[in-house]
């Protein structure tokens, strides 16, 4: 990209952003507290259309037609217009991690070339979810000037949904919010608006406040209010405006939602932007200390890319709301129309399981919310148990529109089960076992049950007509990915009812409910036991699927081009019969199961596999990197790693301006550095180990990690560890 932002230890900064570059950067210094997201843009800035200047709430979706949701695209919380024609000439931006503030700053010019600066601080408060404040101030540059500008809250928004079909254009626009009460008096106002068709109500208040005298009115329009300021603001002064935002929707199930948004606004203004700031930056101070990873690195901006990672992560996680996950794109961009993916449990769930374990546990107990609405998925498939959908939003119904993946790739149940076993392995958490996820893995498992295919001749349950997380390979059969975690589904729903057995009251209670029996329990372990896992013996190589090798061999340099999918280039019918990977497959079975394969295992996994991987997704990148790192690759772990942690930050897949940033990424940055480089393991009994494989360019590393309720600090340095209990 032309203008790449300027990246330090605790912030990323972007000078002169032009026009090209404003989506991008918008993107990017994206803010959020994990019950709302906001994309980064100028308040004052140009807004072309009413789903540009984005602002979602966790959880809030509608329909946009029959069984499909949209994550809705609500009121513009920080808009700022002014009253008479003006361009902004000049602009820079500024996204602090350690508060959580971003400033832009901005020269504005009228038509008779008067000129003023604009400098605007916002958060979204990490203290008070439902929180969010802006401070502007404009000084006169070159003249006297008489100004006339309006804050408030713009709620004249709409959807733009993206297809799931990569290749399609997006042109229909979705209205979902529609005003109820808009009302505006000379120092705020009150805008209550409702989805449609769902008739969710949105609640937000305002409480505006300047520094100098002004005259002062409320403006009231069609889903738009706001406090509209005049005055002389003579040259050299400064003119400080302060407002303070409240936000509730129907979910928070609050008696009066109205009110409640009035009183915050109203308190939050007696408190001040300052207070406001300073609360919110204590919360993150405490996130900080529980999250951070400190390099002593020679790479040039390094810390900064591997915090930004981090910081997106934190903010884009509702950590106290189980009835959500986390999408895509997080809160902060429509793509995918928000929804939730296996990204979640596979990418991100290790950070949160190892920083916030409670933050995991909500992300977990969301596919226990959900649980009914995967039996009732697994039925309409015409099987048994329950069957988690690819693609999901506020129910688990699927929401995926292209049939091949939204029913093929079925590893997502496998997936959830596995986050659930790896959970209470890494926590202890016996009552979320109990309660909760011995539930999760029987139900799944009698879904792989009635899923799999018995054959007679070869005495094999085969897994067939399934995607594997290598999504070129098309619809295949006994993916070894997919059936080595059914297999362990299947176990660990075995080994759940032992530990549950402890609990003869929760156990009678359980198994009275689903009807388990000893001959099914006995048949899960049967059927495990004859998955085939798909083996070369001769070249000690673990093979992709029953038809991989039969595909034709593609000169990759001949039409990689740089960045682009290749599925720009080549028709995705004929991709699917070549032998080549979109993302890491096997790959990311041994980074994840490392201790369960011997190292010339892994390392032919990535001999054979690496080369043909074009990393067409951005899921790939950290895991090959893991994977390096764990073999001793260092030159290659580091160029993965790199490319991972930067994937945003230098748009490396060229399409951050148009959807926003890679979650799962973040996560797979995260696990790469912890996992891969400073060697952090932890046993099925919770036993932490480290074993450090740091390649020259970083020296040392530190960090914190919770196992079984305990924080442990890692120091790194070389091929030496030290972990202390505290």
């Given amino acids: ?206 409480r505006v406040k300047a520094n100098r005298p002004m005259a002062l009115e409320g403006v009231v329009g069609d889903a ?101 996950s986390i999408g895509a794109r997080g809160l902060m961009h429509g793509r995918y129309k928000g929804n939730y993916f296996w990204d979640t449990e596979i990418f991100m769930l290790p950070f949160y399981l190892c920083t916030r374990p409670e933050a995991a546990r909500n992300l977990l107990l969301y596919r226990y919310h959900t649980l009914d609405d995967a039996r009732e998925s697994a039925r309409g498939f015409g099987l048994k148990g329950a069957r988690y959908s690819w693609m999901c939003s506020r129910t688990g119904f699927e929401q995926c529109e292209t049939w091949d993946t939204g029913c093929c790739e079925v590893h997502i149940t496998a997936d959830v089960a596995h986050a659930v076993q790896r959970y209470v392995e890494v926590t202890g958490d016996e009552d979320f076992l109990v309660n909760y996820g011995a539930e999760i893995l029987l139900e799944t498992a009698r879904y792989w049950v009635s899923r799999l295919t018995y054959d007679p001749r070869e005495d094999h349950y085969n897994l067939l007509f399934v995607k594997g997380p290598d999504e070129y390979c098309g619809v295949t059969n006994n993916n070894t990915y997919t059936n080595f975690l059914v297999r362990e589904n299947l176990l660990n729903a075995v080994g759940a009812v032992r530990a549950l057995q402890e609990y003869p009251e929760a156990w009678e209670k359980l198994q009275s409910r689903l009807g388990v029996s000893q001959d099914e329990l006995a048949l899960f372990g049967e059927v495990a036991g004859k998955i085939p896992i798909l083996y070369d013996e001769g070249r000690e190589l673990f093979i992709q699927d029953e038809n991989f090798e039969r595909l034709e061999p593609l000169d990759i340099e001949a039409h990689k081009e740089g960045a682009v999918p290749l599925y720009r280039t080549i028709s995705y019918d004929r991709l699917q019969r070549y032998r080549v990977l979109k993302q890491a497959d096997l790959v990311l079975l041994m980074a994840m199961f490392p201790e369960r394969f011997s190292y010339e295992q892994k390392r032919n996994v990535w001999e054979y596999y690496e080369p043909l991987t074009l990393h067409d997704s951005s899921l790939s990148f950290g895991t090959h990197a893991q994977l390096a790192a764990m073999l001793g690759y260092e030159e290659q772990a580091v160029d993965y790693f790199a490319k991972s942690a930067f994937l945003d930050l230098h748009n490396i897949m060229d399409n951050v301006h148009k959807e926003g940033i890679h979650m799962a990424a973040l996560g797979a940055t995260w696990q790469a550095l912890v996992f891969g480089m400073a060697g952090l393991s932890v046993d099925q009994a919770g036993s932490v180990r480290v074993n450090p494989r740091l390649p020259k360019e970083i020296r040392a590393m530190r960090l914190s990690v919770v196992v079984r309720g305990r924080r442990y600090r890692l120091a790194v340095e070389g091929d030496q560890a030290q972990v202390t209990a505290l």
């Fill in 1 to 206: 990209m032309s203008n790449r932002p300027k990246i330090l230890p605790w912030a990323v900064v972007g000078d002169n952003i032009q026009g090209p570059d404003q989506a991008f950067y918008e993107s990017i210094l994206a803010q959020g507290n994990g019950y709302m997201g906001v994309r980064g843009f100028d308040p004052a800035g140009p807004k072309e259309n009413g789903h540009e200047r984005s602002v979602f709430l966790a959880g809030f979706f509608e329909y946009i037609k029959a069984g499909i949701t949209d994550m809705v695209n609500t009121p513009d919380l920080f808009a700022v217009r002014f009253g008479f024609p003006c361009k902004r000439v000049w602009a820079s931006a500024r996204l602090d991690m350690d508060t959580g503030l971003l400033t832009w700053e901005g020269i504005w010019e009228t038509e008779d070339r008067l000129q003023f600066s604009v400098t605007s601080r916002r958060v979204v408060s990490m203290a008070n979810p439902h929180a969010a404040a802006l401070e502007v101030e404009i000084t006169s540059l070159n003249g006297d000037l008489e100004l006339a500008l309006e804050t408030g809250l713009d709620g004249d928004v709409a959807n733009l949904p993206i297809s799931d079909d990569q290749l399609a254009q997006n042109t229909t626009v979705h209205r979902l919010l529609f005003p109820v009460t808009c009302a505006a008096d000379r120092d705020g106002g009150l805008l209550i608006m409702e989805s449609r068709p769902s008739e969710q109500s949105l609640y937000q208040a305002y």
């Fill in 224 to 324: 738009y209010t706001a406090v509209r300021l005049r005055g002389t603001l003579p040259k050299g002064e400064v003119l400080r405006v302060e407002k303070f935002i409240a936000t509730y929707s129907s979910r928070d199930e609050h008696r009066e939602p109205a009110a409640a948004a009035r009183d915050l606004a109203a308190q939050l203004a007696v408190q001040g932007f300052g207070e406001v700031l300073e609360e919110s930056s204590a919360a993150w101070n405490r996130l900080w200390g529980q999250c951070d990873v400190e390099l002593d690195s020679e790479l040039e901006e390094l810390q900064g890319a591997v915090r930004y990672n981090i910081f997106q992560l934190l903010q884009n996680n509702a950590s106290h709301d189980p009835r959500v």
